[in-house]
């Protein structure tokens, strides 16, 4: 089955194809097209469905135990956090990085595919 996003779009206001652009939303990519003359943007629906997935896992609060491993701490990451991180990053690596934001807040940086080392 060939995807949508290979067809061409019309702007049902103005009659003009429209292009085909990545847009950026809470740095969420969602593929897309816009039309160059009224400016009207329409969503890949398959993009539109994941970034809905998205806003439901952002923000959500995951309680997980600290555990002693050797001489680190080890956490589990919800199955659920790891298959979204795969599946909008195309994640190919087992290498994060980890960093802290705040005092009181550790942050873990997924890489994308070619960066990723
Ligand atoms: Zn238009």
């Not at 019309?10 to 969420?28: N, P």
């Not at 589990?76 to 960093?99: G, H, N």
């Amino acid at each position: 089955m060939s995807d949508i996003f290979n067809e061409r779009v019309m702007c049902s206001k103005c009659g003009k194809e429209m292009t085909k652009r990545v847009f950026e939303r809470d740095g969420f990519k969602l593929r897309g097209w816009q039309c160059e003359c009224c400016g009207k943007r329409i969503l890949h629906p398959a993009d539109e469905e994941k970034y809905k997935d998205f806003k439901r896992i952002k923000n959500k609060i995951f309680k997980v135990k600290l555990r002693m491993v050797g001489n680190s701490y080890a956490v589990s990451i919800p199955k659920e956090v790891i298959s979204f991180m795969r599946e909008q990053e195309r994640l190919a690596s087992r290498i994060v990085k980890l960093c802290i934001e705040e005092a009181k807040k550790l942050a873990l940086i997924f890489n994308e595919f070619d960066e990723a080392k």
